[in-house]
């Protein structure tokens, strides 16, 4: 079974343009998950997307966004770039069994890793 | 605000020690946990998850609740060079610890 992909592996941004991001995730998986992750903060929770919904997000600027399609796969969006914004983005499905991913392990995909300058 | 916390370490074992990496959490209604392991420049690979109190071992691999206490554990028996790297502790809606870097010298 294929893991989870995350495209692109690499990007390079200037500061004020926007980057998207995209996830397909494991097979059968229904829950997609961001997290930012940088030296400093550690693995920080961006989002959580079910069957198309925003089921949960955390403490993120407005210019952080995604949304996923009817076949489970997401995108993320950052606009207006800033140099803070740097860092490596990962995506994780999970089956989200029980009506809730909090009982599902995490498979995570390689990362996007985001340079803003 | 529901918090994990983890010894940011680093911890450093001789090779075939036991390492103990543990976790507290904020949130008594957690009912999930995970240990992950991160290689440095890879992503989180799962190590373990564990839902009840008491111990859940897999190979060298021990996970330990005490949902009293607020508390999770992770040993690794006979320590490898090759499990050198950072474990995140996971709970509950998934908000996880700042990681332990752990280093296994030869």
């Known amino acids: 079974k294929a893991g989870v992909t995350q495209t692109p592996r690499y990007l390079i941004k200037t500061r004020g343009q926007q980057v998207t991001l995209s996830c397909s995730p494991i097979?059968?998986?229904?829950?997609v998950s961001w997290y930012q992750q940088t030296p400093g903060q550690g693995l920080q929770f961006l989002f959580e997307?079910?069957?198309?919904?925003?089921?949960n997000k955390g403490n993120f600027p407005g210019r952080f966004s995604g949304r996923q399609f009817s076949n489970s796969r997401s995108e993320m969006n950052v606009s207006t770039l800033e140099l803070g914004d740097s860092a490596l983005y990962l995506c994780?499905?999970?089956?989200?069994?029980?009506?809730?991913?909090?009982?599902?392990?995490?498979?995570f995909g390689n990362g996007t890793r985001l340079t803003v300058t | 605000q529901k918090e994990v916390e983890q010894n940011s370490g680093p911890l450093s074992v001789p090779e075939g020690a036991i390492a103990s990496l543990n976790c507290t959490y904020s949130?008594?209604?957690?009912?999930?946990f995970f240990w992950y392991r991160q290689y440095s420049g890879k992503s989180p690979e799962l190590i373990m998850s564990?839902?009840?109190?008491g111990d859940k071992e897999d190979g060298r691999f021990t996970a330990q609740l005490n949902k009293a206490s607020q508390y999770v554990s992770l040993l690794i028996r006979d320590s490898q060079p090759s499990d050198s790297a950072t474990y995140l502790c996971?709970?509950?809606?998934?908000?996880f610890g700042a990681g332990t870097r752990l280093t296994v010298k030869p």
């Open positions: 994780a499905s999970s089956l989200a069994l029980g009506g809730g991913r909090a009982l599902s392990p995490l498979h």
């Open positions: 097979s059968g998986h229904r829950s």
């Open positions: 997307y079910f069957s198309e919904t925003q089921r």
């Open positions: 949130d008594r209604g957690s009912q999930s």
């Open positions: 564990i839902y009840s109190n």
């Open positions: 996971a709970v509950g809606d998934m908000r």
